[in-house]
């Protein structure tokens, strides 16, 4: 089982409101990541990082930000949200040796802006 | 430019019989090539990963998969398919063994017939 969390797992709001979605593992990862998921489509890496203070963008732009501040912990925030922003967003985390690399995916959040 | 291509959006099997689903990539370098499925409402899972060596890789649930380098494929295989198969499957390429930096194809709906 992956040790590897997000909440909410739904998120309803209105335009223009700031958002927080919260991804957490418990596996000691340096390496963490958000991924992008619209209906019926390829999942899109909007941003990863490789361990604490270190943060880069995906191949998929996104207004979203994020933030590693701690090991465990990967944030993404949204200032405004849009319409646009209706997505569901994937976490996930990697660790284990140089040629055996797992990824982990968090549940996911099921974001939807009106 | 990198991509994974899943040709069928949707297959239907029925129960006991065998499944394949077809994952071709375009990637300059030596791929690092992934299966995942994703069952409703929950986080991506890893089936099988293939980094080097035998083009034949086994992976759990009874799924194996066969590089096929001058096809470009990596397509999936399950020699018969169990209700609790019905998921969404995704392949996916990655840059090298130890990141979670991956390119996703659309992915393939499997639906299982009683």
């Known amino acids: 089982e992956a040790d590897i969390y997000q909440t909410p797992r739904y998120l309803v709001i209105g335009t223009g409101k700031k958002i927080t979605l919260e991804c957490s593992q418990t596996?000691?990862?340096?390496?963490m990541y958000w991924y992008q998921q619209d209906p019926g489509m390829e999942l899109h890496l909007i941003h990863y990082?490789?361990?604490?203070?270190?943060?880069e963008k995906g191949d998929l732009s996104s207004e979203s930000t994020v933030s590693r501040i701690r090991t465990e912990h990967f944030p993404l925030t949204l200032e405004s949200a849009r319409p646009s922003h209706t997505s569901q967003y994937l976490c996930?985390?990697?660790?284990?040796?140089?040629?055996?690399?797992?990824?982990?995916f968090g549940s996911g959040t099921q974001l939807s802006v009106l | 430019a990198q991509s994974v291509t899943q040709p069928d959006i949707h297959i239907t099997v029925s129960e006991g019989a065998s499944l394949e689903l077809r994952c071709n990539y375009s990637?300059?370098?030596?791929?690092?090539l992934f299966w995942y499925v994703q069952s409703p409402g929950q986080g991506l899972q890893l089936l099988l990963k293939?980094?080097?060596?035998?083009?034949l890789v086994q992976g759990i649930k009874g799924f194996e998969a066969e590089f096929k380098r001058s096809q470009s494929s990596f397509n999936l295989r399950k020699p018969s398919v169990h209700w609790s198969d019905a998921a969404e499957y995704f392949c996916?390429?990655?840059?090298?063994?130890?990141?979670?930096?991956?390119?996703f194809g659309q992915g393939t709906t499997l639906q299982v017939k009683p």
């Open positions: 996916a390429v990655g840059f090298s063994s130890n990141t979670g930096k991956l390119i």
């Open positions: 596996m000691g990862h340096d390496k």
């Open positions: 990637y300059g370098a030596t791929p690092y």
């Open positions: 996930a985390s990697s660790g284990g040796s140089a040629t055996n690399e797992k990824l982990f």
């Open positions: 293939y980094f080097s060596g035998d083009t």
């Open positions: 990082s490789y361990g604490v203070n270190s943060t």
